[in-house]
């Protein structure tokens, strides 16, 4: 089982639309959670990060946290094509260093 | 842009040959990673710097690579006698005590042939 997992996609939403983004992690002693953007070539742009049970909202993304199901989501509301990308999750566990998922790639079609 | 620069941007090698980058954090990263990122996977890690100390290195840091931070800011990645399997988009990340945040600079992407 790897350690974060996430769908692969490509998730397709038409534009203005809410798209969800799901993560699972398998390390309970996980502390703190992120999101990552990242276009095509590009390197990895951080979104969002989340520490506490609950929804932190950071103008159009969401982020969820729910550590009793292992479950971390991120919510774009009001999709635009420019939000199409790879969308990391990763996951640190108490030590250092991050542990990302494969990512889940969202398309935005106009 | 978050500050972090890396050079070069891209590096295209011959198997055999040495290579190394360089990343420079902003100067509040007290903390300096490196990963590395295949095609359609996420990024993973290799090893991490706090201060000059190298604190952490990962299974994936074989022999043939090596890591510095002399001084505590600039940092050094070498990969000696490069195999194909080295191709790979390799990322330095900064983060502080303050922020506990990571950002990325944007990556040396290495091609060897």
Known sequence: ?110 | DTGVSQDPRHKITKRGQNVTFRCDPISEHNRLYWYRQTLGQGPEFLTYFQNEAQLEKSRLLSDRFSAERPKGSFSTLEIQRTEQGDSAMYLCAGDSQSTDTQYFGPGTRLTVL
Request: proline content about 5%; charged content about 20%; glycine content about 8%.
């Open chain 1, 1 to 110: 089982q790897k350690e974060v997992e996430q769908n692969s996609g490509p998730l397709s939403v038409p534009e203005g639309a809410i798209a969800s983004l799901n993560c699972t992690y398998s390390d309970r002693g996980s502390q703190s959670f992120f999101w990552y953007r990242q276009y095509s070539g590009k390197s990895p742009e951080l979104i969002m990060f989340i520490y506490s049970n609950g929804d932190k909202e950071d103008g159009r993304f969401t982020a969820q946290l729910n550590k009793a199901s292992q479950y971390v989501s991120l919510l774009i509301r009001d999709s635009q094509p420019s939000d199409s990308a790879t969308y990391l999750c990763a996951v640190n566990t108490g030590r250092r260093a991050l542990t990302f998922g494969s990512g889940t790639r969202l398309q935005v079609q106009p």
